[in-house]
Nanobody
Framework: QVQLVESGGGLVQPGASLRLSCAAS????????MGWFRQAPGKEREFVAA????????TYADSVKGRFTISRDNAKNTVYLQMNSLKPEDTAVYYC???????????????????WGQGTQVTVSS
């Protein structure tokens, strides 16, 4: 199993930016496709973005397309989520997830991931 630790969350005003990081340890990071999910209070956890093991392919939820960017640095065992033009509806706990695969397939369902971090809180409020 790979261990995942998210960081970078916080309280920001609407329109601001944040960059989340997810550091992986315990296994070869480049063997994993990665994803970001989020869960707002009273709502189900939802897909945000995914990236293939080599970083050549990405996909996004429609709600964040054009504002969020997922990237990874396999040398640093880290995946990032750059969030721009934040909105109050982006408020949630953000989780990174890993799936052991070197397929170029992108995964957007919770059940497709078998490793999860503990989450980091993002609050967008004026």
């Amino acid at each position: 199993q790979v261990q995942l630790v998210e960081s970078g969350g916080g309280l920001v005003q609407p329109g601001a930016s944040l960059r989340l990081s997810c550091a992986a340890s315990g296994r070869t990071f480049s063997n994993y496709a990665m994803g970001w999910f989020r869960q707002a209070p009273g709502k189900e956890r939802e897909f945000v973005a995914a990236i293939s093991w080599r970083g050549r392919s990405t996909t996004y939820a429609d709600s964040v397309k054009g504002r969020f960017t997922i990237s990874r640095d396999n040398a640093k065992n880290t995946v990032y989520l750059q969030m721009n033009s934040l909105k109050p509806e982006d408020t949630a706990v953000y989780y990174c997830a890993a799936r052991n695969t070197r397929s170029s397939t992108l995964y957007s369902a919770l059940a497709q991931y078998d490793n999860w971090g503990q989450g980091t809180q993002v609050t967008v409020s004026s």
